[in-house]
């Protein structure tokens, strides 16, 4: 589930709409308070990573999200997590803690920036703003990351990540918009869609 953790990772800049004024830490708490007042955000992403690229869709809806990608789609309803594995077709059913959260959802990461990374504006082409934060920990899976926005539309455009175990990735947002609160049911696994798919109760 690593790359599912490194996408939340990345994807929870979506809400970075403000203008890039000030110091980094009032541009990601407006980031925050963005990402939580907006009734739905979706997005569709390209992801390179070891020299395999792959492409996907997330969207969030408060605490609520579902992702898909070449292999895995997953749905959050804000208490069980559904992981759907294509090649296997099996479904994994868990209820997250706390800590397994805050490496699949973006709202608990968004919100742990003070106390876990240090963050600066750092130099951009004209036309753009970028945000870079290091890790205060080596024992965070991600070391450092650079978020590009656009200064237009403020909104990010491409997000650098490199980890502890030394893998660099780069994530390029094709688009990312803002729309009406989902039903519940969309964030949920529905078994009738996927005959013959095996499920695995870890609750």
């Known amino acids: 589930m690593k790359r599912t953790f490194l996408l939340s990772f990345a994807l929870s800049f979506i809400a970075i709409s403000a203008m890039a004024t000030g110091n980094a830490f009032e541009i990601l708490d407006r980031a925050a308070a963005k990402f939580t007042s907006s009734p739905s955000i979706s997005a569709a992403y390209n992801i390179t990573a070891s020299g395999n690229k792959f492409s996907g869709r997330i969207s969030f809806c408060g605490d609520r999200f579902s992702m898909t990608s070449p292999q895995i789609l997953t749905w959050y309803d804000g208490k069980t997590q559904w992981s759907f594995n294509k090649e296997d077709n099996e479904v994994t059913v868990t209820e997250p803690t706390p800590d397994e959260l805050s490496q699949i959802n973006p709202f608990v990461i968004i919100n742990s920036f003070r106390n876990d990374f240090d963050a ?38 491409q997000i650098q990540l490199d980890t502890k175990s030394k893998q660099q990735i780069t994530i390029i947002l094709n688009s990312v918009t803002t729309g009406p609160a989902y039903n519940i049911k969309a ?3 529905y078994a009738p869609n996927y005959p013959g798919v095996k499920i695995v109760d870890l609750r």
Do not use: R
């Open 120 to 157: 600066k504006t750092m130099t951009a082409p004209k036309g753009f703003v970028k945000l870079q934060l290091k890790a205060k920990s080596p024992k965070n899976e991600v070391q450092s990351a650079v978020i590009t926005l656009n200064e237009k539309t403020t909104m990010p455009t």
């Open 187 to 189: 964030f949920q696994f």
